[in-house]
């Protein structure tokens, strides 16, 4: 059964860093892009990111641009998102998905950030 | 880099259709085919209905529609049953190569 799943989520104070991670199984990783979107709470998705499959092609939405990188080891079927100076309104739900050629398939359940002093 | 619009809410009877819009510009919507559509479930992930405007994908019920028509992009869900009571999102690539959600539409059945 293919499945992704999130960690690294937790509860940070303003301006601190926190590295995400995304893992596949049943199914290899290394062959499709990857988005990042988030969910604050009570709010609708937002597109947050992508690395493409050879990790060479890396787009961000511009609220994020300079603070959050995205990387990517195939050899452990593995995406990661480092987030830095996290900001108040960067708390959300983070969910990584498969990109099927500028749609998302699979989708993991999410890891929860909260950015709170 | 502003959200796709979409209407807050829509509302329908059993057995009814409704269509939800989804506008952008000739950067996102309108500029090629990669409009898809999410249903997702309070506290659930979503789920993908409808990919590249009009496809849909297997097991996804045949009630699920897409359509596009310049700038704004639909779904429509026929023969309205009440597990389709969910948010809604389209999602749409643009032209300098990043991605948009649409704002979400909270679908009601009466």
């Known amino acids: 059964q293919v499945h992704l799943e999130e960690s690294g989520g937790g509860v940070v104070q303003p301006g601190r860093s926190l590295r995400l991670s995304c893992a596949a199984s049943g199914f290899t990783l290394s062959s499709h892009g990857v988005h990042w979107v988030r969910q604050a709470p009570g709010k609708g998705l937002e597109w947050v990111a992508f690395i493409s499959q050879d990790g060479n092609n890396k787009y961000y939405v511009d609220s994020v641009k300079g603070r959050f990188t995205l990387s990517r080891d195939n050899s452990k079927n593995t995406v990661s998102l480092q987030i830095n100076n996290l900001r108040v309104d960067d708390t959300a739900i983070y969910s990584c998905?498969?990109?099927?050629?500028?749609?998302?398939?699979?989708w993991g359940q999410g890891t929860t950030v909260t950015v709170s002093s | 880099q502003s959200a796709l619009t979409q209407p807050a809410s829509v509302s329908g009877s059993p057995g009814q259709s409704i269509t939800i819009s989804c506008t952008g510009t000739?950067?996102?919507?309108?500029?090629?085919?990669?409009v898809s559509w999410y249903q997702q479930y309070p506290g659930k992930a979503p789920k993908l209905v409808i990919y590249?405007?009009?496809d849909r994908p297997p097991g996804v019920s045949y009630r699920f529609s897409g359509s596009k028509s310049g700038n704004t992009a639909s779904l429509t869900i026929s023969g309205l049953q009440a597990e389709d009571e969910a948010e809604y999102y389209c999602?749409?690539?643009?032209?300098?190569?990043?991605?948009?959600f649409g704002g979400g539409t909270k679908l009601t059945v009466l």
């Open positions: 999602f749409s690539y643009r032209s300098d190569r990043t991605w948009v």
């Open positions: 000739s950067s996102d919507v309108g500029g090629d085919e990669y």
């Open positions: 998905a498969q990109d099927l050629g500028n749609y998302m398939d699979v």
């Open positions: 590249d405007v009009i």
